[in-house]
């Protein structure tokens, strides 16, 4: 069973930054957060991990609160192809993926 | 980066028949591998892992009989329906991961099963 939760659905204006919460509040101390999103009948597309320390790459920032009970993934520029569902994973050592719900990000004009 | 190669990305069947999707990772070596189903509007489903070299471990639920894994090598895993029925309609997405530890999966584009 999917260990996060997200919110359904959230609304961002083209150019905003988007930030996408993601709760795991029973995560493990050897569980890393993997984001992934996914683009209407495309495979998902990997984003952004980490296990405590606050991480950015050339998509995005992942920022994880201290107690590791959440995080947040933070989008700087979104742009109409960011629109997609985004999937906050949690996993361990055998790394299966037990996907939740997800957020739709709809990033508008 | 990692890519992950699927194919077929389509196939239309009659009940009965038996289909094969194969999944490639390209430019690594996927010692463990991943089969998902995904049904419309909704999330995926982690169907079975499979290891190179050893038999697939299937999730609770997920026929083994029905759902054949194989994974020959380091690159190459494959799924087989078997005697495929109007209720195994899905997308199916496979993922491989990289050797070393906590290593993200890279997924394939899917492929959409249509039994008739």
């Known amino acids: 069973d999917a260990k996060t939760t997200q919110p359904p659905s959230m609304d961002c204006a083209e150019g905003r930054a988007a930030n996408l919460p993601c709760n795991h509040s029973?995560?493990?101390?050897?569980?890393?957060v993997y984001w992934y999103r996914q683009i209407h009948s495309q495979g998902p597309q990997y984003i952004i991990h980490g296990l405590k320390n606050n991480e950015t790459n050339e998509m995005a920032s992942l920022i994880i609160t201290e107690d590791r009970k959440s995080s947040t993934l933070i989008l700087p520029h979104a742009t109409l192809r960011d629109t997609a569902v985004y999937y906050c994973?949690?996993?361990?050592?055998?790394?299966?993926?037990?996907f939740g719900s997800g957020t739709k990000l709809n990033v508008k004009p | 980066g990692a890519v992950v190669s699927q194919h077929p990305s389509w196939v239309i069947c009659k009940s009965g028949t038996s289909v094969k999707i194969e999944c490639r990772s390209l430019d690594f070596q996927a010692t463990t591998m991943f089969w998902y189903r995904q049904f419309p509007k909704q999330s995926l489903m982690l169907m079975a892992t499979?290891?190179?070299?050893?038999?697939?471990?299937?999730e609770q639920g997920v026929e083994k009989d029905k759902f054949l894994i194989n994974h020959a090598s380091l690159t190459l895993s494959t799924l087989t329906v078997t005697s495929a029925h109007p209720e195994d309609s899905s997308f199916y997405i496979c993922?491989?991961?990289?050797?070393?530890?906590?290593?993200?999966?890279?997924f394939g584009d899917g492929t959409r099963l249509s039994i008739l």
């Open positions: 029973t995560i493990s101390g050897n569980e890393y």
């Open positions: 993922s491989g991961e990289g050797q070393g530890g906590n290593q993200p999966q890279h």
């Open positions: 499979s290891n190179e070299g050893s038999k697939a471990t299937y």
């Open positions: 994973i949690v996993a361990g050592n055998f790394n299966k993926f037990y």
